[in-house]
């Protein structure tokens, strides 16, 4: 590369911009070097060297902020502007570096190098020149920004040099790129790095165009969306329909948020896509709208996080209830196998017991202990199977069924639900409710729950199902198998003064406005309200004579005038706040009486005392049953009859004895329906008794089944018998032994307070029942011959040696 003179000359440095040969541009001059500068250049006539910045930020440039190489230039023109500053036209001239810089108070000055282009010629160069002209050339019709007459001026220049550089004066580049291309002397390579920067640029071109037209068509689709819905809501508004449009959009986008299985939703859209082409008045509509509704309000995948700690839920039953210590412990048990393998899978819990033990409050605690929603849904009266599985929508009015409503409510997949009452369930020509629950409560297909409605098979396995019942006679064998039998039994006397003193009073108190020690109930007064105000296996009549007596206490309050009184119950004053008392305490009956004796009965609301009274009249044999007794009990009434003709000689009785008299059983309480087997002892003790002329023990109560050879078979409900025979102020109890088993699950307080007797047949149970004159017996010796002649079936009769 030949170098032409180094002269001096002065700088002006450059910020964002460089200026090549043959470029005019304005420059808009505010730094006081480089105005002097420019005036310097002027009045001598002088070039200046017009050099760039490596950094426009510094305000006050040194030389090593400038780069090497630059323009000189001829300064055409200056004006000074009002503000100052000074609006310079300069011209480029030729290329140059600096070889020295200095730097004194007025402006910079340098000895620069001129350094000409190289490579001017040959054959190369001027397929590099042809190149770029057609390549600018498409470039110009490309970029709009470029003005017609640059292309001119372009056509016209032959010298490759000038060409080049007014090119690159015209192409939108960095600064960095622009002084890099200043810098290259050798033609062809300044023409090939130009070419280079024009192909990217118009391959930008190409894309920005790309991008363009696909935004434009985007842009083009969402105007022509946006104006039909704002044509849509207008007819709407005109037709009546208000926010008709608006609402679909919020379905869509419920639907979109809701994390719906696959099914449903492809299910649920092609539903909306249906209501969309409805007309809005169409009865259909409504229907749609409903159904799709449902569909987004259940609960599909959202889960309460819960975790079983045993020891948590052994603290929360016992917080809430007191005694059940059976119950819980199964309760326990339960959820502890449930904590091992993660998944509620097995038989679902069913709580029976008589009202007012507990049984719902039972579940609402399990729900609190597994740190889960509870929902409850009762099923008394419920006869229709479409109110378990739901109407087709084909219905006018159809909803989905109870379990699905319920589901809704609770908001998550995986509940505490209790099915409250079902054994109060009844069957028409409807259909079977209990039968829909097999599917409900069986886990091998509950995954898979079909309601009517919503025509989707719904997830049921992660609810905790528990059900409650009276009694197991109204529950289907079926439903039975798949449930898991946990017995609550009635509570004792002492339990329910614990639950009077610790839940029932302060609840009460607080209910009815009083604070803690304004109203004091004596031990003594709570028994005297269990004993003679209540009657029951449970605590709810406990619980409203304690209310009671708080609504008495609070009135008499108001009427003394004197809100901070304090009162006192104690067992004379009870009276006062309840009356007479309703049940008497204590024997049945107050002396031994002939011809009455006194049975044990289990019943709905627990066990009771059954009192069974015989008596004679003259007459030819006729027997007479009442008190509204089923056909079980008449028909243990004839088998205790049979017994006694059996037994007829052995007791000292003519053979024809049942032909000379009648013989009338009653039950009292006439009103209240009794059956069942478990009074055949009783009933065959009263009609000996009356026969015999011999008193029945009053402290005395039994309880067996009766078979015309005289065994007793075992019977049910006996923890609920031995409690009512401990609130009778009972002390001896005559049952079968094979019950003994049972015992266990009596509490260990009512067993050490009565007298336990096993019984294995009828002639233990009078020997043990009637009262006999000192020195006789029962039953007298009489010769076998005699008792195989008189008597039928004699040979079962004969009694165990």
Request: hydrophobic residues 40%.
């Amino acid at each position: 590369m030949s170098e032409l003179s180094v002269s001096s000359f002065p700088v002006m440095p450059l910020r964002d911009i460089v200026i090549f040969p043959g470029m005019v541009a304005p420059l808009v001059v505010g730094r006081k070097k480089s105005i002097r500068a420019l005036e310097y250049a002027m009045e001598e006539r002088s070039l200046i060297f017009l050099v760039t910045q490596k950094d426009a930020g510094v305000d006050e440039p040194k030389a090593r902020h400038l780069y090497s190489w630059g323009t000189l230039a001829a300064v055409m023109q200056l004006l000074r502007l009002p503000d100052g500053t000074i609006k310079a036209l300069v011209e480029g001239k030729r290329r140059a570096r600096i070889g020295s810089i200095s730097e004194d108070e007025f402006f910079f000055s340098a000895d620069v190098i001129e350094t000409p282009d190289t490579e001017t010629e040959g054959p190369e160069l001027k397929a590099y020149v042809r190149e770029l002209r057609r390549t600018f050339d498409q470039y110009t019709k490309a970029n709009k920004k470029i003005p017609p007459e640059v292309l001119k001026t372009v056509t016209t220049i032959e010298n490759p040099s000038r060409l080049v550089d007014l090119i690159c004066a015209h192409v939108p580049l960095k600064t960095e790129e622009k002084q890099e291309i200043l810098e290259i002397t050798v033609l062809p390579e300044r023409i090939s790095r130009v070419l280079e920067v024009l192909y990217r640029e118009m391959e930008l071109f190409e894309l920005e165009k790309t991008i363009h037209v696909k935004v434009k068509k985007k842009m083009a689709e969402t105007q022509r969306n946006y104006y039909l819905g704002e044509k849509i809501k207008v007819i709407h508004d005109e037709m009546g329909q208000g926010e008709g449009g608006d609402d679909l959009a919020e379905i869509e986008e419920a639907i979109e948020k809701k994390n719906l299985p696959k099914q449903v939703k492809d299910k649920v859209v092609k539903e909306l896509k249906k209501l969309r082409q409805m007309p809005p008045m169409s009865a259909e509509t409504t229907v749609v709208r409903n159904y799709i509704d449902t569909i987004i309000t259940l609960p599909w995948k959202k889960k309460t996080r819960s975790k079983i700690d045993i020891d948590k839920a052994e603290v929360i039953l016992d917080e809430d209830h007191y005694g059940l210590k059976k119950t819980k412990e199964r309760i326990l048990e339960y959820l502890a196998v449930q904590a091992q393998v993660k998944k509620i899978k097995g038989p679902i819990i069913c709580l029976v017991g008589p009202p007012g033990v507990g049984k719902t409050s039972v579940c609402k605690s399990i729900a609190r202990a597994m740190n889960r929603k509870f929902i409850r849904l009762s099923l008394g009266g419920v006869r229709d199977e479409a109110e378990i599985r739901g109407h087709r929508r084909t219905y006018i009015g159809a909803m989905p069924g109870k379990i699905i409503l319920s589901m809704q409510k609770a908001k998550v997949v995986n509940p505490v639900f209790c099915l409250d009452e079902v054994d109060k369930m009844s069957v028409d020509f409807r259909g079977d409710p209990s039968s829909a629950l097999l599917e409900v409560l069986d886990p091998e297909q509950n995954y898979a729950f079909n309601d009517h409605y919503l025509d989707l098979d719904y997830d049921l396995s992660g609810v905790f199902f528990i059900t409650t019942a009276n009694n197991l006679h109204g529950i289907p064998l079926p439903l039975q198998d798949r449930m898991e039998i946990i017995s609550l039994s009635g509570y004792t006397e002492e339990e329910k003064l614990k639950i009077a003193e610790g839940f029932l009073l302060p609840k009460q108190l607080k209910a009815n406005g009083f604070k803690k020690g304004d109203i004091h109930f004596s031990e003594h007064a709570v028994l005297e309200i269990i004993r003679r105000y209540t009657r029951e296996a449970g605590v709810r009549n406990l619980e409203r004579a304690i209310a009671s007596v708080c609504r008495k206490v609070a009135r008499d309050r108001l009427k003394r005038k004197d809100p901070q009184k304090k009162y006192r119950l104690s067992l004379q004053s009870v009276p006062k706040y309840l009356g007479v008392p309703k049940h008497r305490y204590g024997l049945a009956e107050e002396r031994d009486e002939i011809g009455l004796a006194t049975g044990l009965a289990w019943t709905e609301v627990g066990g009771e005392l059954l009192q069974i009274e015989s008596t004679l009249m003259p007459g030819a044999g006729k027997m007479t049953v009442t008190g509204k007794l089923g056909d079980v009990m008449q028909e243990s009434a004839q088998a205790a009859l049979t017994y006694v003709r059996s037994r007829a000689m052995r007791l000292g009785l003519d053979s024809d004895f049942y032909q000379k008299v009648d013989i009338h059983v009653h039950v009292p309480e006439g009103a209240i329906p009794k059956d069942g087997p478990s009074a055949g002892i009783t009933i065959a003790t009263s009609i000996v008794s009356a026969l015999l002329k011999l008193p029945v023990d009053r402290r005395l109560a039994m309880t067996g089944e009766i078979t015309l050879r005289g065994r007793i078979l075992p019977i049910g409900g006996l923890t609920e018998k031995l409690l009512a025979a401990k609130r009778g102020n009972i002390t001896r109890i005559l049952m079968p032994r094979e019950n003994e088993r049972d015992l266990k699950e009596v509490p260990q307080k009512v067993r050490n307070s009565l007298t336990i007797e096993l019984v294995d047949d009828v002639d233990e149970v009078l020997i043990q029942a009637l009262i006999v004159k000192e020195g006789e017996e029962l039953f007298k010796d009489v010769p076998m011959e005699s008792i195989f002649h008189d008597v039928t079936l004699s040979a079962h009769n004969t009694p165990a040696q």
